[in-house]
């Protein structure tokens, strides 16, 4: 091999979530060891980041594939439009980054092996969904085909083994955060309701989606402020990949808002290009996804010295130690959440000591390991041929 190698990523997002911020991680730390290419469902904030960095970026939306998966016609589409990409670029190592783009390279990595590198970000239950469809074929393939996989958390790594991946085949490489630039900023103290500063902030940040729990961040906004007039509620997150679904959840998300008479008191800011610099608005931190694999938003916010309070769900019980960093509660309860940001608006010791573990804890998570990391999988994935793994 001559030159740099080249690694070919491939993710189902145009937009800009936890698994997109560590690829521009991986890109920004080791643009000058390896050449990068990606390939993308479509336009989007993704996308413009990766032009901004000089990568190429080919398009191919593997996304048509979750409602047209029976259809041989859009797996022909899909699969030529890979192998093109894959003889332009001649990759060697490719990244698929989730299991649904691992399942949509099937034809095409039949036809062109490449050494193959999986990183798992979600669950896996769509991997067992095809094996109660009978696609055994499909199924032996997703789980012998990657050298490595890469999870961020135990919980995942303990998912792949449990379908019957080699665990010296899995990396467990949590997701890190650059503590510089996500750090705690100076803010005037609030003491509860009667504040000289008027307004507390309670934010959550994620794509907006279901599953990401914006609709129960609502709900529990709605029996904070009866109580506490002077706490507003931030809801920071773009649309995701599927507009027509996202469509439909956000206006009902907005209308909720409306309904509850929370319009001067919750804002949905949209995307927002500086995360850092929206989480040093905000005083406590909610996540309340019915699951996470890791939650990176979390760690960010935890790094800024903010108390979080998250559902107790996926990576988030290893991420963030209960009535340490902040507050884990039963995932879907509202109540729950509300009874928990109330304790810390009311609390301020407490809030205090939540805030300073929080970095503290947070610093266990340096991106610069992070990115070790990743460039030791990627040196062995380079090292390794097509159809080593176990």
């Not at 994620?206 to 109580?227: C, D, N």
Request: hydrophobic share 40%; net charge neutral.
């Amino acid at each position: 091999m001559s030159g740099k190698p080249s690694v070919l990523l491939i993710d189902e997002c145009s937009g800009i979530g936890g698994a997109e911020t560590v690829l521009l991680q991986v890109i920004d730390a080791w643009n000058e060891h390896y050449r990068f290419h990606c390939v993308l469902p479509a336009e989007g904030h993704f996308a413009a980041r990766l032009n901004r960095l000089g990568i190429p970026v080919f398009f191919n939306d593997i996304r048509v594939l979750k409602t047209r998966w029976l259809r041989r016609k859009t797996w022909k589409t899909v699969t030529d439009e890979f192998l093109k990409i894959i003889d332009t670029v001649n990759p060697d190592v490719l990244v698929s980054n989730s299991l649904w783009t691992l399942t949509s390279l099937y034809f095409a990595l039949r036809r062109r092996p490449v050494t193959n590198l999986c990183a798992v970000h979600a669950s896996i239950r769509p991997k067992r969904f095809l094996k109660r469809l009978g696609l055994y074929q499909l199924d032996r393939f997703i789980t012998s085909t990657p050298i490595l996989w890469i999870t961020v958390s135990q919980a995942l790594s303990r998912e792949l083994a449990a379908i019957g991946i080699h665990k010296e085949n899995i990396r467990v490489i949590p997701n890190g955060v650059d503590i510089d630039r996500f750090s705690p900023r100076k803010r005037e103290p609030f003491e509860g309701p009667s504040t000289s500063r008027t307004l507390i902030i309670v934010g959550t940040m994620g794509r907006l989606h279901p599953g990401k729990g914006q609709e129960l961040f609502v709900e529990m906004a709605f029996r904070i402020s009866s109580k506490y007039p002077d706490v507003r509620f931030l809801i920071v997150g773009e649309e995701i990949e599927t507009p027509a679904e996202n469509l439909n959840f956000t206006r009902a998300l907005a209308n909720r808002i409306r309904d509850l008479g929370l319009e001067e008191k919750v804002r949905i800011t949209g995307f927002q290009a500086d995360p850092a610099e929206i989480l040093g608005e905000m005083d406590i931190f909610v996540l309340a996804s019915r699951e996470e694999s890791f939650g990176l938003a979390v760690l960010e916010a935890m790094a800024c010295g903010i108390p979080v309070v998250v559902s107790g769900v996926g990576g988030l019980q290893d991420l963030v130690r209960n009535a340490v960093d902040g507050h884990v509660v039963s995932p879907g309860n509202s109540d729950a959440f509300a009874a928990a940001v109330s304790e810390l608006i009311e609390n301020e010791s407490g809030r205090k000591l939540m805030s300073a573990a929080a970095r503290e804890r947070a610093l266990q998570f340096n991106r610069d390991e992070t990115m070790r990391q990743w460039k030791s999988c990627l040196d062995e994935a380079v090292r390794s041929g097509p159809g080593e793994s176990k």
